[in-house]
């Protein structure tokens, strides 16, 4: 059997990581700015979270979640203390898409609404319903084109006023700051009006914190720059470091029944040791105020460099708008300066690399982007 082949592969077989540095099977070093789709959150094998795993896989890896499980307990009272939403109850997934989906039926359940309000350029993850909350025709499927889902421009209050008004919308979702749609950040105005106006209608406000969350931005969310306090936020990525996790933090406001929503994996034993590792380090290792101070000198250092359109970003979530083709730049840092570098599009490369990602290591990326752009 072949694999379904849906990824543009690079040539790279990545046999050891560690830090921000992953190793091919040559033996060649490469500095990871792009975290596997900013999945690692804490660096690659820190060794609490490969000692906190390998302990646990020695006594239970999984059982299913209608036995008690005290780690589920434990993960939500750290995640409620680092976030800020000790208030909040914690639901447990697989994935960023399983977090919306889920986020959407509770959403629904409570004012038995079904409309959905997107933005342009959003992603939230490919399942019947989540995929179609993206306005990307390459990834919504025939079959997902019946959801009632309208897409307005982010930053355009009175857009989603004029949709508020007509009393059937049900949820709104919107990222803390749009990953892979290009690295676009919502105003803190325009989030602070979000949250007005979904009180106002009874709308249920959704921020997906999948990408921008757990420390990304230099704050535990990208939308508590805002200070505004959504009605469920969903997460993954950053989460488990690379073990699958993902979850929605829900308001108090929305009552649980016994089986309204539910998952096979979702809180088994080994992610919730992952994911309680990683609030572990991000807390002892301070990675969110680290985050912030690296990200705030790579976006002040990049914004000096000649021939990039702009610079965008908070934290360690930071696109480079050029206005070419980025693929022989990103081949050239790859193979020529061994640093690993994402992309949205054609002309936008993205950064989202581990939150311990040290200023001389960001020193190394900005040399060889500095280098790059000479030659051309
Ligand atoms: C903002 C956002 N939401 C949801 C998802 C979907 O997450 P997953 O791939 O874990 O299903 C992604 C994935 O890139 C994402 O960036």
Redesign the pocket.
């Known amino acids: 059997m072949k694999l379904f082949d849906v990824y543009p592969l690079t040539q790279i077989e990545p046999v050891k990581a560690e830090g921000c540095y992953i190793w091919d099977k040559d033996g060649k070093k490469y500095l990871d700015l792009y975290g596997g ?2 999945v690692i959150s804490i660096g690659h094998t820190h060794p609490h979270y490969v000692s906190l795993l390998k302990n646990q896989l020695d006594k239970i890896g999984f059982y299913s979640n209608s036995v008690l499980v005290p780690m589920q307990n434990q993960l939500a009272e750290k995640l409620g203390r680092l976030s800020g939403y000790e208030d909040y109850n914690l639901f447990l997934c697989n ?4 977090a ?1 989906e889920n986020a959407l039926k509770v959403a629904s359940f409570f004012n038995k609404k079904k409309k959905i309000i997107s933005f342009k350029k959003s ?4 399942t019947s319903a ?1 995929v179609a909350i993206t306005d990307n025709p390459k990834i919504v499927a025939p079959v997902n084109a019946g959801h009632e889902v309208v897409f307005l421009e982010l930053n355009d209050i009175d857009s989603v006023e004029k949709e508020l008004m007509k009393g059937d919308v049900c949820t709104l979702i919107i ?1 803390g700051i749009q ?2 749609g290009g690295i676009y950040i919502p105003t803190d105005e325009f989030l602070k009006g979000l949250e007005l106006l979904c009180l106002k209608h009874d709308v249920i406000l959704i921020l ?1 914190e ?3 969350g757990y420390g990304r931005s230099g704050k535990f969310f990208a939308h508590q720059y805002a200070a505004i306090k959504p009605d469920i936020i ?1 997460v ?2 950053g989460m488990g470091n690379g073990f699958p996790i ?1 979850g929605i933090l829900i308001s108090p406001k929305f009552k649980a029944e016994y089986g309204m929503i539910g998952t096979t994996f979702g809180g088994n034993y080994l992610a919730c040791a992952a994911g309680i590792a990683v609030l572990e380090v991000i807390e002892e290792e301070c990675l969110i105020e680290n985050a912030d101070l690296t990200g705030s000198y790579l976006l002040e250092m990049l914004s000096l460099l000649p021939k990039i359109k702009e610079v965008r970003g908070k934290g360690l979530m930071i696109g480079l708008e050029f206005d070419f083709d980025v693929k022989e730049l990103r081949n050239k840092l790859l193979f020529e300066h061994k640093i690993f570098t994402g992309f949205s599009g054609t002309k936008i490369i993205r950064l989202l690399p581990p939150l311990s990602l040290k200023v001389a290591e960001a020193d190394c990326f900005i040399d060889a982007l500095k280098d790059e752009l000479g030659k051309i």
Do not use: P, Y
């Open positions: 789709h900013a994935s960023g898409a399983e919306n992603f939230h993850g490919r989540a990222e990953g892979i997906d999948v990408q921008s969903s993954a990525k993902g």
